[in-house]
């Protein structure tokens, strides 16, 4: 089946600085690539959908300039935390569509845990 | 406004059927998710529907219809491990996914 892996699961920085989440298809191509955001007990909220070789669409109340997306090749998206401060962190959880797929075909990335202190 | 609506939590006794259900109302329809979410995972696809009718996957049933805007995701033979959060996400007219806030089942032995 298709794999979406994420790098790192899990990362712990101070506040301030940047941090960089991977998002990759193992063994597909993915047109387009969405990035979530949950919180606790929370459902998913999507950030941005970022196609491949085009700017990313950013959802209302995200900002573009803190969350950078970058999606270079079919198989690969990163998001980019900037400037993080303790209210980013968060579960952060991208998912891929397959290329030429129907819309059931999303797959979701294992997740990656952003705590900024 | 878009809006999913499905129940915060319930409680089910192993071995047991329950049923999760979810309204939803979208701009345009190209069809309903659901999705299991284990505490502190990335969702895990279950089944998708975009016709009338009732699908069936092994221990996992989803019901779709679109007249009422309603769907539901039966659980049969319930085990310890579906104890998990059950995502209802409808797809509207731009193919943007519309989430629900998720319900949360407690399996009892």
């Known amino acids: 089946g298709a794999v979406v892996s994420q790098h790192p699961s899990w990362v712990i920085c101070k506040s301030g600085t940047s941090v960089k989440i991977e998002c990759r298809s193992l063994d597909f191509q993915a047109t387009t690539m969405f990035w979530y955001r949950q919180f606790p007990k929370q459902s998913l909220m999507l950030m941005a959908t970022?196609?491949?070789?085009?700017?990313?669409?950013?959802e209302q109340g995200v900002e573009k300039d803190k969350f950078l997306i970058n999606h270079a090749s079919l198989t690969l998206s990163t998001l980019t935390v900037t400037s993080a401060h303790p209210e980013d962190s968060s579960f952060y959880i991208c998912s891929a569509v397959l290329l030429a797929g129907g819309p059931n075909e999303q797959y979701f990335g294992p997740g990656t845990r952003l705590t900024v202190t | 406004g878009q809006n999913i609506d499905q129940p915060t939590e319930m409680t089910a006794t192993e071995g047991a059927i329950v049923q999760i259900n979810c309204t939803y109302q979208?701009?345009?329809?190209?069809?309903l998710f659901w999705y299991q979410q284990h505490a502190g995972e990335a969702p895990t696809f279950l089944s998708y529907n975009v016709l009338d009718g009732l699908e069936e996957k092994g221990r996992f049933s989803s019901f779709l219809s679109r007249s009422k805007g309603y769907s539901y995701l039966l659980l049969k033979e319930l085990q310890m491990k579906d104890s998990a959060s059950y995502l209802c996400?409808?797809?509207?007219?731009?193919?943007?996914?519309?989430w629900g806030a998720g319900t949360k089942l407690i399996i009892k032995p």
């Open positions: 996400a409808a797809l509207d007219s731009n193919y943007q996914l519309i």
């Open positions: 979208t701009s345009g329809f190209n069809g």
């Open positions: 970022s196609n491949e070789g085009s700017k990313a669409t950013y």
